[in-house]
């Protein structure tokens, strides 16, 4: 994925008018377009095809299965026109060799969950954000999604992982974190979804956040 702006949309609306008329809108200010079961089980795999002529598609699926069946599910999403998959960490190795090796075959990319920018996150997942983020290196995953909410933590995880993966990042905004405080952490891209589509002018978000993070990048 080329950086150009850092910024990536979450677009998690559930109607595909909508959807694409926010796309056409913010489609000069993002890098890529990141949607998820809430887009996709209310319109159809299709919608992936049909927002990929705005930008670069990243599937929030966050598989987190058996080797096999992530290949199956990360095959199914790149045929659909996907340029990147997001899949869990806490499966393990061979899980995500798995997608990995698929995706490396496509010349796509996998992004891998560390730790979860939600309060939650606390209780199970940041203690094993850093095994995650050093095992994603060594399968040599395209990156990795960790929390704007706690720039610390992406700091440590940029530590841990070095330049060679990139780290996308929400949590911006809606979920408190600010896009240049991450960004100053160490994020390359902060993945952004209330505070552009539930604007009032979605495309002046766009370009606000794009603006406030341009010098750090
Ligand atoms: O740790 C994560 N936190 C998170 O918010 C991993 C994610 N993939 N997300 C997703 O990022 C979340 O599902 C949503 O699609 C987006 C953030 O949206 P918002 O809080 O900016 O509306």
Not at 115 to 140: N, T, W
Not at 177 to 195: E, Q, Y
Request: proline share 4%.
């Amino acid at each position: 994925m080329e950086r150009k702006t850092g910024l990536i949309l979450a677009l998690d609306v559930t109607d595909r008018m909508e959807a694409v008329a926010i796309s056409e809108k913010v489609s000069g200010y993002v890098d890529a377009i990141k949607i998820g079961y809430p887009l996709v089980l209310s319109t159809g795999m299709d919608m992936i095809s049909q927002l990929s002529k705005y930008a670069p598609i990243i599937a929030d699926f966050k598989v987190a299965d058996i080797p096999n069946t992530n290949r199956l599910i990360c095959e199914q999403v790149f045929k659909a026109g996907a340029d990147a998959v997001i899949v869990q960490g806490f499966t393990g190795h061979d899980s995500l060799e798995a997608a990995v090796k698929l995706a490396k075959e496509q010349k796509k990319d996998i992004y891998v969950v560390t730790e979860m920018s939600h309060p939650g996150a606390l209780d199970f997942m940041q203690q094993v954000g850093e095994g995650i983020a050093k095992m994603a290196a060594d399968a040599k995953a395209s990156g990795v999604v960790a929390p704007a909410t706690r720039p610390e933590r992406v700091a440590e995880i940029r530590k841990i992982i070095g330049n060679d993966l990139s780290i996308i990042s929400p949590g911006v905004g809606a979920q408190g974190g600010s896009a240049s405080d991450v960004i100053k952490a160490g994020a390359d891209w902060v993945i952004v979804g209330r505070s552009i589509y539930q604007a009032e002018d979605p495309a002046m978000a766009a370009k606000k956040l794009v603006d406030e993070m341009k010098e750090f990048i």
